[in-house]
Structure formats: structure tokens, C-alpha cells
């Protein structure tokens, strides 16, 4: 039998013609004006019959891509019986946007409104770039973590300049394995900055806006914490150009967190032979932002100064400090 003979009996493939296939090859991802609101399950829907994938198809891009998803959950998503919670499933939500050619936050932002956390706010995702990144790589860990400890020791130098934040945390998950966390570097307006990890973590996907001295870390556990296990974290926060000139006579610190914490300790260490004049702390709560905590800080001659909170809930520390004549 000849190459390209049917056999008897048998009905030959049928083979798309090339203009379909290339039409099919070409044809444009759907824009947000062509794909319906609603919420997460029927937005899903739209964008998986607008890209036109088999279930089993698209959870083996999802797989490829680092997002292990089974089409029977994808289904029940789909029809509304249930939706993405966990850590890695809100991951592949983030990752399902980009398999099915969707505007980034079109399934995202219907999930976030849906059933917000209490650490997503829905009015403020949209202006919040922090928010918005730990949503789309599915970072909500707010309540699989407890936060023993973090301890962030500032270095400045004789030029007045923070050149260097050593910080770390201690952590004991709750609920769940917990492999990465989110964490939050802040600087002053127009710094980039630079995490630098220490052994048993590593710096996964990232978002940085120096314009407002902001950069947002996915750190990568060597040994995920196990629930009822502990975890020490440990990673400095450098701006990318250290150099420049002395930034004056004043100047200061905020930690900044969305969740409890047990302890916080902010330690700074300034250069001994230039110390500042004087220094404080305030403490603020975002369940009271108008009880503001404020009291002296003392600065030994050494050059350290150390603050201590206990029992912070979403809030921040402030510790600012001035030269001049002591």
C-alpha cells in the first residue's frame, strides 16, 4: 500500500485547512471590552470559551508553568462551586490569565471582590501596587503565618545615609506547608532598592516602584515550614546606589506590616563618632489611626538605639532621628 493510501474501511483524518488553522493561530486575545463582567466563576467561563482549550489542556500549560491544577478543580471554579483559596491555587489563577490570553487582573479582581481577605482590601487594590502584587502571585499567607519576631537592624553611616537594613523574621505556620512568602521593603521616595538573601531563602518574582521606594519580594524557602514548625528568615535591603551625598540633619525609619506581629524590634547602629542629636519612636494602628504612641529614644554611645513593640497589629513604627549639637 502506497504512501498516503486510505485503507479499506477506514475514514481519513480530517486535517483543518491551513487558512483555518492560521486563522485559529492568529486570532486576538480577547480585550476587557469583549468579555462579560460577573464574578470570578463566570468571567472564567467567558475566557475559557473565548480561547477555546480543553480543560485538560490548559491545566497542562498550568503545569509547565509551576501551577499544579487538576481539570476537575478547574470545572468546579468554572460552574461557581468553588473557588481558588490556597496559596498555589491563587498562584494559578495569576498564571491563567496569561494561558488564556485575558487582561491581567480580569479573573483576579473578580476573585479579590468576591471574597476579599481581610488583608486584601477591594477598594484599595487598585491603588495599593504592594496589594496588587501579592494577588497576582497569589501571596496570601495573612492567615497560614504567625509572626513571632522581626528585627530589622539599620546601618547608618557618617554621611547620615541608611545604607544597609538587616532583617529577620521568625515565623510559625499555622495551617498549611508555607514554601515563599511576601515580604515588603520600603525606602526613601526615588531609591531603588535590592534584597540580598542570606542562606535558606532566595528571591523569586519581584516588583519594585522606586519612584515611591517601594520593592515587593517573593522569597523562596530552601525548607518549607511545616504547620506547627518554626522558620527563621534572613535577608538584607540595600538601595542600589549607595553612594551620594549626606542626606541632611534628619532622618528616620518605618516598618510597615498588614498583619499582627508578636514582636517587633527596630535597631539602629549609628557611625560612634557622629551621633545624632536626638531620637523617637511613634507607633500607629490602622484599626486606630488616630492613637498615635510616641516616646524618646535613647542612642548609647556606641552608636546603638534600640525600640522594641510588642502585640503590633496592622500598623506601623517609626523611628526618627536628627543631628546637630548634643
Known amino acids: 500500500m502506497g504512501p498516503g493510501t486510505a485503507m479499506p474501511g477506514a475514514t481519513a483524518p480530517r486535517t483543518a485547512p491551513p487558512e483555518a488553522r492560521a486563522r485559529r493561530a492568529s486570532a486576538p486575545s ?3 471590552s469583549t468579555l462579560p463582567d460577573g464574578d470570578f466563576g463566570a468571567r472564567l467561563d467567558a475566557a475559557l470559551s473565548s480561547r477555546g482549550l480543553a480543560l485538560e489542556r490548559v491545566c497542562e500549560r498550568l503545569r509547565t508553568a509551576g501551577s499544579a491544577i487538576s481539570p476537575s478543580t478547574l470545572s468546579l471554579w468554572r460552574h461557581g462551586r ?19 490570553r485575558v487582561p491581567r487582573g480580569y ?10 481577605a481581610r ?51 521568625v515565623l510559625r505556620a499555622t495551617r498549611e506547608r508555607v514554601s515563599r512568602i511576601g515580604v515588603t521593603a520600603h525606602g526613601a521616595s526615588g531609591t531603588a532598592l535590592r534584597l540580598v538573601p ?9 516588583r519594585a516602584w ?30 542600589v546606589d549607595i553612594g551620594g ?19 517587633t ?14 531620637a523617637d519612636c511613634r507607633v500607629q494602628s490602622q484599626a486606630a489611626p488616630r492613637s498615635l504612641a510616641q516616646w524618646p529614644v535613647n542612642v548609647g554611645p556606641d552608636g546603638g538605639a534600640t525600640v522594641v513593640v510588642h502585640g503590633l497589629d496592622a500598623g506601623s513604627v517609626r523611628v526618627s532621628w536628627s543631628w546637630g549639637r548634643r
Open 30 to 32: 480577547p480585550s476587557a
Open 82 to 100: 468553588s473557588r481558588p483559596r490556597r496559596n498555589e491555587a491563587m498562584r494559578a489563577v495569576a498564571e491563567l490569565e496569561v494561558v488564556l
Open 107 to 116: 479573573l483576579l479582581d473578580a476573585l479579590v471582590r468576591q471574597a476579599p
Open 119 to 169: 488583608h486584601w482590601s477591594a477598594d484599595r487594590i487598585a491603588e495599593d501596587p504592594v496589594q496588587r502584587a501579592r494577588a497576582e502571585m497569589g501571596l496570601d499567607e495573612g492567615d497560614t503565618l504567625q509572626r513571632l519576631l522581626i528585627h530589622h537592624c539599620l546601618h547608618i553611616d557618617r554621611a547620615h545615609r541608611l545604607t544597609r537594613v538587616g532583617v529577620r523574621r
Open 198 to 206: 542570606r542562606p535558606g531563602v532566595r528571591v523569586g518574582r519581584q
Open 210 to 239: 522606586p519612584e515611591r521606594g517601594l520593592l515587593f519580594t517573593e522569597l523562596l524557602l530552601d525548607e518549607p515550614i511545616v504547620p506547627g514548625g518554626l522558620g527563621i528568615l534572613d535577608y538584607a535591603v540595600e538601595p
Open 245 to 263: 551625598p549626606s542626606l541632611g540633619d534628619h532622618g528616620g525609619y518605618v516598618f510597615h506590616t498588614e498583619f499582627p506581629v508578636s514582636s
Open 265 to 278: 524590634v527596630l535597631e539602629a547602629r549609628f557611625d560612634p563618632s557622629v551621633l545624632p542629636a536626638e
